[in-house]
């Protein structure tokens, strides 16, 4: 992977900032809370726009575990009180083990208009982090659709795109992308100069095995959205020096500004102290082209990597 941002990806328009990410995603869910509050801080609410893309974890991973999700809430309420974070507390089958027509409802909504989308996509995390709606059921979509206020999004018109699945090729389309390795995480953010971040702010690692153990915040500096809210107002223009965010990277540099490799034996991801969002389970994470030699790769992390996804066991 070069220091560039990758062309791979849709084009982000002036004055908008293309968010990546999985609906239960917790790492998302914060910084689009942290993200949202710094534009409103920064009077930006009418200038910058935000523009969801899916980036499907249980295509990389399976379905979604509820022991990872309930272990993560726990672990980022303490740095996001605003978040409101809850374990699960409904029925255990009635868990949304995947999000995909979640998915596909904002984008739905995305094209009514994108504020639509975003508010539908910050409704749907709302429902399941704090209040343990199944948002993977139709219903349950088009009832937090219909509770947002000022009719954002047209209820109707949505119903009729989730029952003809006219937005499942675009959710495919954003797998497709994320496959390349154009976007390495949940949550990365774009911006029109070429800007590139994945998880912003925050430093995490796990302590124990996935699900079994748990995450520990390393550091954690929400100060970051201010220069990335600044530079997604600005005009678009030359890329952007590659700068650490703690915890993010922004890309924009070229190849000579990257760091070094992992040394022989390292390997990128966990290993480096970030916490995945989620990890990959046995089995999981295999690339069809790949699965007749019998190599199994990590999926994308919620943490900056460089260089060439490694085949690696997992644990």
């Given amino acids: 992977m070069t220091g560039t941002d990758r062309t791979d990806a849709a084009p982000v328009a002036a004055g908008t900032v293309q968010v990546w990410s999985d609906l239960l995603c917790p790492f998302a869910y914060v910084g689009l809370l942290r993200l949202r509050r710094a534009r409103g801080r920064l009077g930006l609410d009418g200038t910058v726009r935000l523009e969801h893309r899916t980036f499907p974890l249980e295509l990389f991973n399976g379905p979604h575990s509820r022991r990872g999700t309930d272990t993560e809430a726990v672990a980022l309420g303490r740095i996001e009180p605003e978040a ?48 343990s709606r199944s948002i993977s059921h139709r219903q349950v979509i088009l009832d937090v659709a219909a509770g947002l206020p000022g009719g954002v999004v047209d209820v109707f018109e949505l119903a009729a795109a989730l029952d003809d699945g006219r937005y499942r090729a675009a959710v495919m389309a954003d797998f497709a992308v994320a496959r390349t390795g154009a976007i390495t995480g949940s949550p990365t953010f774009r911006l029109a100069d070429g800007t590139a971040v994945t998880n912003p702010g925050i430093g995490v690692h796990w302590q124990g095995p996935w699900a079994a ?15 990335l809210l600044a530079r997604g107002a600005g005009p678009p223009g030359r890329r952007v020096p590659e700068a650490r965010a703690r915890g993010g990277r922004y890309r924009g540099a070229p190849p000579r500004r990257l760091g070094r490799r992992a040394p022989r034996g390292v390997r990128r991801g966990r290993d480096r102290g970030a916490a995945p969002c989620p990890p990959p389970g046995p089995g999981r994470g295999r690339r069809p082209e790949r699965a007749r030699a019998g190599i199994r790769f990590r999926a994308r992390f919620p943490f900056p990597r460089t260089g060439r996804q490694r085949a690696s066991r997992h644990r």
Avoid: I, K
């Fill in 84 to 131: 409101e974070f809850r374990v699960w507390t409904d029925a255990d089958d009635r868990y949304p083990h995947t999000v995909l027509l979640a998915a596909e409802a904002v984008h739905a909504a995305s094209a009514q208009s994108l504020a639509a989308g975003e508010e539908l996509d910050l409704a749907l995390r709302r429902a399941f982090w704090t209040q």
């Fill in 213 to 227: 153990g748990f995450p520990v915040v390393d550091s954690d500096d929400p100060s970051v959205y201010d220069d």
